[in-house]
């Protein structure tokens, strides 16, 4: 994957919000899903978590920054989200620190595509200025759950969710 990638699509998402989110373009998710790939964090294509229940991803994955609660239920049914959404420190001394935040496109149950568009740009943005330094620190620092979060919200937002 070229350096700029991941950047260049949180760039073109961002530029296209209103007319995606208004249903007047198509939302390309499978351009979403091959940059969460590319990341090499998961153990697994990210297209290969939405079958899996909450309590397999736990067991076998998961960073514990997501809030996994109903374990029977399959990770797409998830409201919670891990946004990547800072970066600080100092490549040269192999210092990489990134921060997160919880969000819930499902607030009173109702689901609002506009933060989960959020989730997968701003977090693609913070993503790609680290890869496009320093991809190798990138896939040691990232968080499982934060690449997750953004192939299920890339998912809801695929399934009109």
Do not use: C, W
Not at 82 to 108: A, F, Q, S
Not at 140 to 149: I, N
Request: hydrophobic share 40%; aromatic share 8%.
């Amino acid at each position: 994957m070229e350096k700029l990638d991941t950047m260049m699509l949180a760039d073109d998402l961002a530029l296209s919000q209103d007319k995606i989110l208004s249903g007047e373009q198509h939302f390309d998710a499978d351009a979403v899903y091959k940059v969460i790939d590319g990341l090499n964090v998961l153990n697994n294509p990210i297209k290969d978590y939405f079958n899996m229940t909450e309590e397999q991803y736990y067991e076998a994955e998961s960073d514990h920054k997501l809030t996994l609660i109903k374990l029977s239920n399959k990770l797409v049914d998830l409201h919670d989200r891990i946004l990547t959404n800072h970066v600080d420190g100092y490549v040269d001394k192999d210092e990489i620190n990134l921060t997160y935040n919880h969000e819930n496109p499902y607030e009173d149950d109702i689901y609002n595509p506009e933060i989960d568009y959020h989730v997968i740009i701003y977090s693609l943005k913070v993503i790609g200025a680290v890869q496009s330094i320093a991809a190798k620190d990138l896939e040691e620092v990232l968080s499982k759950d934060a690449v997750l979060s953004l192939g299920l919200a890339t998912y809801a937002l695929e399934h009109n969710a």
